[in-house]
């Protein structure tokens, strides 16, 4: 027990190092507005247990908003820019609001490649076009990688990629351009590329292929990237924005845009909350759209002639079993017979891979299309020296990616991989395209142009750079020994028995990762509530998980859970199928469900599952991906 109090003081001392140091460092500069804002804003994340408000108080902060006294930002999409931006407005000072027809991460942020980009594809355009552009794209992507991991420790990690190469023109051309990136990177490099020879390449990725179209590997180059959970980061930043002032709400749908009596200006919209039917009214001097695919219909719901911005893009992933890659070890190949880039990445103990870029209808639930999943296993088959099968595929999934065009440029033809702010309507900002590495940046944009706009008073500049979403401070990754040494888990078995379980390394590593400093919350619920058992075999995810996300995450159905708070629908179809149960009994619990909207739950959980292409539940052709 000593022991234990040792550790926990420890984890308290190491929450609190970062707080000390920017309180030392403000009060040598206590004329910076934006030093004290980010030292107020440490403090409130970083304090144990922080948690956003309940529901029903957000709820009322929106609504209790009025003409005369309006909110200064509100916020239309909680993907990760939208959650971004409601971050970086509250921790300004601002009076900030934020709605999300659905789940937070419900659409495109939840269904990402999982990769924190650093630009290396940028930079071949910029060398062989002599693209100054170009360069600058990768400057800008570096300094936002870095950043991310850095403010969600928890969450992201740096992740070593390994190209192929079949010739000694590939390694030369492979090496040199990757040992520019390092260079490129400068104090931003995770860690420095390096070429293996053959014999070190498949110790390191066993089951890489040796020939592949008849020729020979001749070694490999790797070079690192970040990789993330793409959906708890998402909720990370809105819970984070919660916690320092902002009042965000899922379920709540846009019904319409407000303008003012002369009809000039945008000062407000109409909002359904989508679980109780009921619906409301939020003012704003200046309202953010950042509903990703789905902008154009908001920008229409101000002005009906606009034109549209969005040139949808489908990228599907599939994921297989473990072995198809090694932990720690992805595989990326840049150009495929046909031109483009496929990968396999070792993500939460499976493989993900992907990816396709296709042109698509926006949908609120897009599915893969069979061609799809195909072509992504003979392109990995390719590259592989064991079978590839479509009866591994444990899930498939389709995101739409929100390319964009500039309603502003001048040649209209031209579509955006970067981001781009416009202002449609007085009182309307639109911020859409980007990627997920860059959405703290794009949301520093976004409200930048807020502030113009509205003619709004921040007490301080942007701050988010250097602020972790909850959890993030004094994690470190030795932190799961603390759970593995000190919490039992309480399961409860069919006869009601209580009986205690032990808190293994891989349930006590995925609560770390998942949870960082939070985590001790969650062990806590599975030893003190029963709620320690396992929701699927062969996964770490606790039925205690499921009532901390309703409490303290705002996980309102068991879709928010099995697909975005502990991401199995994503890992495993049937393995969430047969967690929803489970998962809908303790939401009932949490959330006082009768037996009516118990079923409704189960029903469109199954509907929601359908959509993902895993082998079971997806009708496809006899073929040499069909093996035993």
């Not at 592949?212 to 990237?225: A, P, Q």
């Not at 000039?264 to 953010?288: M, N, P, W």
């Amino acid at each position: 027990m000593a022991t234990w109090r040792l550790r926990r003081a420890g984890a308290a001392l190491a929450a609190s190092s970062a707080l000390a140091a920017a309180l030392a460092a403000s009060s040598a500069s206590a004329s910076d507005p934006s030093a004290a804002a980010l030292d107020a804003a440490r403090q409130r994340v970083a304090q144990p247990g922080a948690a956003p408000p309940p529901r029903d108080a957000q709820r009322a902060a929106l609504a209790g908003s009025t003409p005369a006294e309006p909110l200064d930002v509100l916020v239309v999409g909680g993907g990760a820019t939208g959650c971004g931006v409601a971050l970086d407005a509250a921790t300004r000072g601002l009076r900030v609001g934020l709605v999300e027809r659905e789940d937070f991460s419900s659409g495109t942020s939840s269904r990402s490649t999982k990769l924190i980009h650093g630009g290396v594809r940028y930079l071949e355009k910029a060398v062989f076009n002599l693209d100054y552009g170009q360069l600058k794209l990768v400057f800008h992507a570096l300094k936002e990688r870095k950043q991310v991991i850095e403010n969600a420790p928890h969450l992201c990690h740096a992740l070593p990629c390994m190209t192929p190469c079949f010739n000694w023109f590939e390694v030369v051309y492979y090496w040199f351009g990757l040992k520019f990136y390092d260079l490129v990177a400068g104090r931003r490099l995770l860690h420095l590329s390096r070429y293996y020879s053959v014999d070190e390449s498949v110790e390191l990725f066993p089951t890489l292929a040796k020939n592949v179209h008849d020729r020979s590997l001749r070694g490999t180059v790797v070079y690192y990237d970040g990789q993330m959970n793409d959906s708890r980061l998402n909720v990370g930043l809105a819970c984070t924005a919660a916690v320092v002032g902002a009042a965000v709400l899922n379920y709540a749908e846009v019904v319409s845009l407000i303008k003012d009596g002369s009809g000039e200006r945008i000062i407000g919209a109409r909002i359904r909350d989508t679980l109780s039917g009921k619906e409301f009214e939020t003012f704003a001097k200046v309202i953010v759209n950042a509903a990703g695919p789905f902008c154009d219909s908001v920008r229409k719901m101000a002005n009906s002639n606009v034109a549209p911005m969005i040139c949808p893009s489908s990228g599907v992933h599939i994921v297989l079993p473990d072995y198809y890659s090694p932990e720690g070890m992805g595989l990326i190949v840049p150009k495929t017979k046909d031109g483009r880039v496929v990968f396999m990445l070792p993500w939460l103990g499976r493989t993900v891979a992907g990816t396709t870029d296709s042109s698509t209808a926006i949908t609120m639930l897009p599915e893969p299309h069979e061609d799809e999943i195909q072509f992504i296993l003979d392109a990995i088959s390719d590259y592989l020296n064991v079978q590839v099968r479509r009866s591994d595929v444990l899930s498939a999934w389709s995101g739409i990616r929100p390319l964009a065009t500039d309603p502003s440029a001048k040649n209209t033809e031209s579509i955006s991989r970067d981001h781009v702010v416009f202002e449609d309507y007085p009182g309307l900002i639109t911020i859409t395209g980007g990627k997920w590495t860059t959405y703290r940046s794009m949301a520093e944009d976004a409200v930048n142009a807020a502030v113009r706009s509205g003619n709004l008073k921040p007490a301080n500049g942007c701050v988010t750079d250097n602020l972790h979403i909850v959890g993030g401070y004094g994690w470190d990754p030795a932190s799961f020994t603390v759970l593995a040494q000190n919490y039992k888990r309480m399961k409860k078995t069919y006869g009601g028995k209580v009986i205690p379980g032990a808190m293994d390394s891989a349930v006590s590593k995925h609560l770390s990762h998942a949870y960082g400093t939070l985590a001790e919350q969650v062990a806590t619920i599975a030893q003190n509530e029963g709620l320690g058992k396992g929701l699927a075999h062969g996964y770490p995810f606790l039925e205690a998980e499921v009532a901390y996300c309703a409490r303290y995450e705002y996980c309102e159905s068991a879709v928010d859970f099995v697909a975005r708070r502990c991401r199995l629908a994503f890992l495993d179809t049937d393995a969430a199928g047969r967690a929803l149960p489970r998962t809908i009994e303790i939401l009932a619990s949490e959330h006082k469900w009768d037996k009516a909207r118990k079923k409704v739950e189960l029903q469109k959980g199954r509907e929601f599952l359908e959509t993902f292409k895993s082998s079971k539940n997806a009708q496809f052709r006899d073929g040499k991906h069909n093996g035993p």
